[in-house]
């Protein structure tokens, strides 16, 4: 039975193209919720880049140490590559009315003194660098809240770069001190390289000295030698001087006895010549015997033929004999003048070779102590230049040091704790809100209201009929039927809205910043969902209407930027937020809940008031027709 109830009830939709139609909506309407819904809030943080925040470079700029700083220029044109928000530069008018007009959901302003700010944090007022932003919740609640998170984390980055500004400000004085101990530690190498070459100036002159000292003793010790040698020459030449008196009184005695002997030879010469008679008769008789054969007589007769012309006398040659005596005498004192003459040439040789090698000791000394003295010399040079040098290095050091402490801030109490906070907190936010909502509940509720109030009008025409059937049986205008039929509705709709406003002033505590002016652009808007709903009843039917409506509520939703800004969402759902109704409700109910009524609110007003008149004059067009009754009417292929 059952099986056959449920064949029954779905073999009814295969006659006509309505019912096929129903099936596909029953299919299509639980995708429409869950795809559109998720397509266009799949990834909202991910498309930040397409919120719309001005960017206001107002920096002056400043110098340090000469250089000029931009710091605000370099911020600009980091946020602006790093595009993390869709980042329009602009002046601050423009800045300021595209806020509070919603064409910027906020700005950001780099001020004057941004620069100036930076680099004090190294001077003698330090101070943090501040960046303006002006938020308004009237553009988006949630917009704000991302903002406010993105700020932060812009903040910190900029940081990265601005605290680089802020340190480098406070470590260029450290830097320069550094510089002046650098140049300390310089005269301070200096001054020990100084120190050292005095010590090997002190090093050279002692060994100098002591090289000095040494030739100066081996000189004195050659001076030694020299005297002694110089004394033994003396002595020896003392003893080479009677040597020589001994020999010439030899030498005179031999003259003496070879001129007395010369003169006795003469005698004998002399005397020698009246033995020729005698020689005669001795030859006479010798040739005799010669001649006889006898040859010792022939020898003997050579022999007193070469010599008895020569033959001295006995008185002669004794003469001759003391002469030679004489000779001999003085011979023998020659000899003995010539050995002592040996003697004293031997003292003096000795004499000679000591003198020699106390010359040759007195001239190495000499040469050490010219070394030695040398030694000195450079040694004493050194010194005098290490000395300079040390005067030098000592002079830089000194010099340095107090360009390094004049360099280092000598801060009090109050300039330290401000300096330690421009380096601790570089970049702060200066945030100024326009419009503020005391909550995420006032946040959101400008897209909830209007949500609610179509919903309320779905139920509202489950109740009632669009075009009520008794007005079409009288003669009166379609326009006539159209407001018999909407007018219990928006009744109904204005106790919607007096319900739900109390409701949440009196239970939840939502103030809305204009009370009256939030209620009537309200019931301006659930009149304005009502005619919509009407019109697409009485065009389509009561089924196929409601399908409609419930696919148009699925658009909005995803599409009017109540929670996510309309930018982070798709192409297709960007280019349906100008057409639809809920749009407009969310952006007037943020102008009257939380904000000031601007260009928007007027907007809104003017399009509402646009399509309930527009959708009136369908409703009374298709109430017109519908006086006409057809067998379709009166048998509809579906109802609901």
Do not use: C, K
């Not at 944090?121 to 998170?149: C, K, M, Q």
């Not at 002469?323 to 020659?334: F, H």
Request: hydrophobic letters at 50%; charged letters at 15%.
């Amino acid at each position: 039975m059952l099986s056959l109830t449920a064949g029954t009830e779905l073999r009814r939709f295969r006659r006509g193209t309505l019912p096929r139609l129903a099936v596909v909506a029953m299919i299509v309407v639980p995708l429409l919720y869950g795809v559109l819904y998720l397509w266009a809030f799949w990834n909202p943080t991910g498309h930040l880049d397409h919120i719309p925040v001005a960017l206001v470079d107002a920096d002056a700029g400043a110098t340090r140490d000469g250089e000029p700083v931009h710091a605000g220029a370099d911020l600009v044109d980091r946020l602006v590559d790093e595009h993390r928000l869709d980042w329009v530069v602009t002046d601050p008018a423009d800045a300021a009315d595209g806020v509070d007009s919603g064409r910027y959901y906020f700005s950001v302003t780099v001020p004057a003194d941004f620069s100036a700010d930076l680099v004090s944090a190294g001077g003698d007022s330090p101070r943090s660098a501040r960046i303006d932003v002006a938020y308004d919740d009237a553009n988006s609640f949630l917009v704000t809240s991302l903002g406010r998170t993105a700020m932060e984390r812009i903040t910190a980055a900029v940081s990265a770069t601005a605290g680089e500004q802020a340190v480098d400000a406070v470590l260029v004085g450290l830097s320069q001190a550094h510089d002046g101990f650098t140049e300390a530690a310089d005269g301070a190498v200096r001054l020990r390289d100084a120190a050292d070459q005095l010590g090997a100036g002190a090093r050279t002159l002692a060994d100098g000295a002591d090289s000095l000292a040494d030739g100066a003793e081996r000189a004195s010790s050659g001076a030694a030698d020299v005297r002694d040698g110089a004394a033994r020459l003396a002595d020896g030449s003392t003893q080479a001087d009677t040597a020589a008196a001994r020999l010439a009184t030899g030498s005179a005695q031999v003259a003496d006895g070879v001129h007395a002997a010369a003169t006795q030879v003469d005698g004998l010469v002399a005397g020698v010549s009246g033995l020729p008679a005698d020689l005669q008769t001795l030859t006479a008789y010798l040739t005799a015997r010669a001649q006889a054969g006898d040859s010792d007589a022939a020898q003997i007769l050579a022999h007193l033929a070469s010599t008895a012309d020569h033959l001295p006398d006995a008185a002669t040659l004794a003469a001759a004999r003391q002469q030679l005596d004489a000779l001999d005498t003085g011979a023998r004192q020659v000899a003995d003048g010539a050995a002592a003459l040996h003697d004293g040439t031997a003292q003096v040789a000795a004499g000679a070779g000591s003198l020699r090698d106390g010359a040759r000791t007195l001239a190495d000394g000499t040469a050490q102590v010219a070394s030695g003295a040398q030694d000195v010399a450079d040694g004493a040079t050194r010194l005098v230049d290490g000395t300079g040098q040390l005067g030098q290095g000592t002079a830089t050091l000194a010099g340095s040091l107090d360009d390094g402490a004049a360099q280092i801030p000598a801060d009090d109490d109050g300039t330290r704790a401000a300096r330690a906070a421009a380096i601790a907190d570089p970049v702060g936010l200066d945030a100024t809100d326009r419009a503020t909502a005391a909550g995420f509940g006032e946040g959101i509720a400008p897209f909830f209201l209007p949500l609610a109030l179509f919903l309320g009008g779905v139920v509202t025409w489950m109740i009632l009929r669009p075009v009520p059937p008794r007005a079409l049986t009288t003669p009166a205008r379609g326009v006539r039927a159209a407001l018999s039929g909407y007018a219990p509705a928006l009744v109904m709709g204005i106790v919607q809205v007096v319900v739900l406003l109390t409701v949440l002033r009196v239970g939840v505590g939502l103030t809305p910043t204009h009370p009256v002016g939030a209620l009537a652009f309200t019931v301006l808007v659930v009149a304005a969902f009502l005619a919509v709903q009407q019109m697409l009843l009485a065009l389509l039917g009561t089924a196929a209407g409601r399908i409609a409506t419930l696919a148009l509520l699925v658009l909005q939703l995803a599409s009017a930027g109540g929670t996510y800004p309309v930018e982070t969402s798709p192409a297709f759902f960007r280019a349906l937020h100008p057409l639809l109704p809920m749009s407009y409700g969310v952006d007037g109910l943020r102008a009257l809940l939380t904000g000031n009524p601007d260009g928007r609110l007027w907007t809104a007003v003017a399009y509402l008031v646009t399509l309930l008149v527009a959708s009136l004059a369908v409703t009374s067009w298709r109430a017109g027709r519908m006086r006409t009754w057809t067998l379709s009417r009166l048998h509809p292929a579906l109802t609901i």
